[in-house]
């Protein structure tokens, strides 16, 4: 019996000096992980406007406004849907929707600057605006 209490006791003391040997080693030789969660939301446009696209923009000052990039042809306030009116910059979905119920119970544009008349839209947007938009009589 002493024997078997002597093999139990030499298997729990090399069992104990392992353990050891493997946390020190995950303490000294292990990096560290962080775990980050990432966030996947939908951007408006006025917010894409805002995130820099590439290193060198993050530079540019306050309130600067790149060019919009394959905007091939004036957007028509009186013909244009709401996917459409949403890739002006400054206008998301629901400033669109607006654009098209003060078209549909005012009429057509008349002019580009009646564009200022529909809520949300103000005159520091319709700056951003008023090169990218025309009115032309619906078809």
């Given at each position: 019996?002493?024997?078997?209490?002597?093999?139990?006791?030499?298997?729990?003391?090399?069992?104990?000096?392992?353990c050891?040997?493997?946390?020190?080693?995950n303490?000294?030789?292990v990096?560290?992980?962080?775990?980050?969660?990432?966030?996947?939301?939908?951007?408006?446009?006025?917010?894409?406007?805002?995130?820099?696209?590439?290193?060198?923009?993050?530079?540019?000052?306050?309130?600067?406004?790149?060019?919009?990039?394959?905007?091939?042809?004036?957007?028509?306030?009186?013909?244009?849907?709401?996917?459409?009116?949403?890739?002006?910059?400054?206008?998301?979905?629901?400033?669109?929707?607006?654009?098209?119920?003060?078209?549909?119970?005012?009429?057509?544009?008349?002019?580009?600057?009646?564009?200022?008349?529909?809520?949300?839209?103000?005159?520091?947007?319709?700056?951003?605006?008023?090169?990218?938009?025309?009115?032309?009589?619906a078809?």
């Amino acid at each position: 019996m002493d024997q078997d209490a002597r093999q139990i006791r030499w298997l729990l003391a090399v069992a104990v000096v392992l353990c050891a040997l493997m946390i020190g080693y995950n303490v000294l030789f292990v990096p560290q992980v962080t775990l980050t969660t990432v966030v996947e939301t939908d951007l408006s446009s006025a917010a894409r406007a805002a995130v820099p696209s590439a290193p060198g923009d993050a530079s540019q000052p306050e309130g600067y406004e790149p060019e919009p990039v394959g905007q091939a042809a004036p957007v028509n306030l009186n013909t244009a849907d709401a996917e459409e009116l949403a890739t002006l910059p400054g206008i998301g979905p629901a400033t669109a929707q607006k654009i098209i119920a003060y078209r549909e119970s005012v009429g057509a544009f008349q002019s580009t600057e009646e564009l200022m008349q529909v809520d949300g839209i103000g005159e520091k947007t319709f700056q951003k605006l008023k090169e990218l938009v025309t009115v032309e009589a619906a078809e």
